[in-house]
């Protein structure tokens, strides 16, 4: 299969507008800037008249172009000089939160520059600024640098005044990359077919823009419908900017350069279908240039057919009644890790109502009979679609059974497994046990920091493991349960709060944390990552984690358990993970904890037992 390209931004804007006193608006995009990827970045040209100088000023790293990101990095005591004649106005487009930016002259608020100069120098007081775009306003001709002219007319379809249509599916995946990551999403949508004479109308094509029609010819004997590729489908803002779309065809041919011009797909009226063959990519392109590398995405095998789209149909909780909270203890059958978390339970009678059962949908409800202590599960329940990092599935409950006892409040099971839509093992668990949570009182178990990790892209984090038991032996609420985080630098233990302006996804402050909080970006569930973000933690002599429990009207909690981050010769040594820790991938193979996608970390206990947490890098 071709490697297709997903374009973050459209092609670099040309000059979008000219306003009173001779001045030009025009946006310059990073990714257009002709830099490899990670390659250091030192002067380029932004117009004909406005040039950018990157230096590493005092920092200790140069300014680097990365692909993943699409962004030129500014790192901490990095500067970017941009000069040119009359700038009043520069608008920023960040890339992940990074934004950390300041300048020598005007003023800089909420990624807008203002002011009056022919030279600005901006740099990077602590962590850092990626810049994935700038928006400038200047006296000058806003001429963008290879600046490229389009090779087709941009016009949309449109349909006859009248033009009676049928309803068609589109099943099948659509392909785009994100980040290096190549994300495949079942599609299962409506399309809008119509025919005037020998014209056909298809609606509903576009991933991006669902409104937009292509047009077709039917061929004389009306077996055939021939689609000219390039079509423009219209245009989208995406991340401030607007960006084109067109179908376009490509053929998986390793001797092909350019796409077709036009492509024939066979039609069966009588059948209902428009056959595409397994070699045929159905594209959403960025460019009309006949050209597969500048597709945000493609369909793959797609399957178009007369009539409805099948809806899968989800179990839901009856109104009125109420679910009780089960603690789940298990081992993971892939993995052999331990496996904890949380399950709903309500019992209406023989009809049994569990949520949680898939860790990865803990919303999705089964259903389930009780009869002679036993609850049984039908398979084929939709649980709902996961889109997780590269995967992507509708996920179904298999057949499965547990034995229930009352009087224990516990449900037991060998075994059960949740399937994908290509009916294989999804997931499956050993040795099950899930038991009810009273609504007691109680002292959470310490917890601790495993370790305090160093993202070279992202900067430290902490990983966390914060057990769900009280001193008393008790599970408890996972709704319930929260932890803070303390630092100490000079024998004065601090409480480390995590400020809004640091986390993109925070609306306010937070110090203390919800066990099951994610912002799914820089704070996980359960603690098993939490980054600290606009500190400097190498001044840090050891950092530590608590628990605060409220059950039973009370409030109780642990004691602080701490991470030394001192060596034996009393120097801070942040960021080095500890010997009893270490990752591997779902391969086995080790990792240094930094990846994105899934990692097994693995913690050697004192007895010399190994603890094994699946952790999830987004």
């Known amino acids: 299969m071709k490697n297709f390209t997903l374009m973050m931004f459209a ?30 970045v030192v002067e380029f040209n932004v117009t004909d008249d406005m040039t950018a100088t990157a ?35 520069i608008s920023f487009t960040f890339s992940g939160g990074k934004k950390n930016l300041q300048s020598n002259v005007g003023t800089l608020a909420n990624d807008v520059w203002t002011g009056s100069a022919d030279e600005i120098v901006f740099s990077v007081p602590d962590g850092q600024a990626r810049i994935e775009a700038m928006e400038v306003t200047y006296t000058g001709t806003g001429n963008l640098v290879n600046n490229s002219e389009r090779v087709v007319e941009d016009v949309v379809v449109t349909v006859p005044e009248g033009l009676q249509t049928e309803t068609w599916t589109l099943e099948g995946y659509f392909s785009e990359y994100q980040g290096y990551d190549e994300i495949w999403t079942p599609v299962n949508r409506a399309l809008k077919v119509g025919f005037d004479g020998k014209d056909v109308y298809v609606q509903g094509l576009s991933y991006y823009l669902p409104e937009a029609w292509i047009k077709g010819l039917l061929s004389e004997d009306g077996k055939q419908i021939t689609f000219n590729s390039p079509q423009y489908y219209g245009s989208e803002t995406y991340a401030n900017y607007s960006r084109s779309m067109y179908f376009l065809i490509d053929i998986y041919n390793e001797e092909m350069d350019e796409c077709p011009e036009s492509y024939t797909f066979d039609y069966d009226a009588e059948a209902g279908t428009i056959t595409v063959p397994q070699d045929v990519y159905i594209m959403e392109n960025a460019q009309p240039e006949r050209n597969y590398n500048d597709a945000y995405g493609y369909y793959i095998q797609p399957v178009l057919h007369k009539g409805e789209p099948t809806v899968e149909e989800v179990v839901e909780l009856p109104e009125g009644l109420t679910a009780d909270e089960y603690h789940m203890q298990a081992v993971d059958g892939y993995f052999n890790t331990e496996h904890v978390g949380t399950v709903y339970v309500a019992i209406d009678g023989a009809d049994v109502y569990l949520q949680g059962l898939e860790p990865y949908l803990p919303k999705a409800w089964a259903k389930g009979v009780l009869q002679d202590g036993t609850i049984t599960v039908e398979g084929g329940q939709f649980l709902g679609h996961l889109n997780l990092m590269t995967l992507e599935y509708d996920l179904y409950t298999a057949p499965m059974a547990f034995t229930y006892d009352a009087q224990t409040g516990t449900l037991k099971a060998d075994y059960y497994q949740i399937a994908n839509d290509q009916d294989e093992a999804f997931e499956y668990f050993l040795d099950v046990t899930l038991t009810k949570i009273n609504d007691v009182p109680g002292v959470p178990v310490t917890p601790s920091v495993a370790s305090m990790e160093l993202d070279e892209d992202y900067g430290y984090y902490l990983v966390l493991d914060v057990p769900l038991v009280s001193t008393a032996g008790n599970f408890l609420s996972a709704g319930k349960l929260s932890y803070q985080i303390y630092y100490d630098v000079d024998g004065t233990p601090q409480p480390f709060v995590l400020k809004k302006e640091n986390y993109e996804d925070l609306t306010e402050d937070m110090s203390v944390i919800p066990y099951e909080f994610t912002d799914d970006n820089d704070i996980t569930e359960h603690g098993y990552a939490v980054y600290l973000n606009g500190v400097d933690v190498t001044t840090w002599k050891r950092v530590g984690v608590k628990s605060i429990y409220t059950g039973g009207g009370e409030t109780h909690e642990s004691e602080i358990g701490w991470l030394s981050l001192e060596s034996a010769d009393g120097i801070v040594n942040a960021g080095v993970c500890p010997d009893n820790v270490r990752y591997v991938d779902v391969m ?18 004192a007895d010399g037992s190994v603890k094994n947490v699946k952790v999830i890098r987004k």
């Open 11 to 40: 092609l670099l804007c040309s000059l979008m507008s000219f306003a009173q006193g001779g001045q030009a608006t025009f946006t310059w995009a990073a990714e257009n800037g002709g830099f490899d990827d990670q390659a250091v």
């Open 55 to 89: 230096a590493k000023g005092n920092g200790s790293s140069d300014p680097k172009y990365y692909d993943n990101g699409k962004s030129v990095r500014l790192y901490k005591g990095n500067t970017l000089t941009l000069a040119g004649p009359g700038i009043t106005k």
């Open 588 to 605: 086995g193979r080790r990792a240094d904890g930094t990846q994105k996608g899934l990692l097994i970390r693995q913690e050697r206990m």
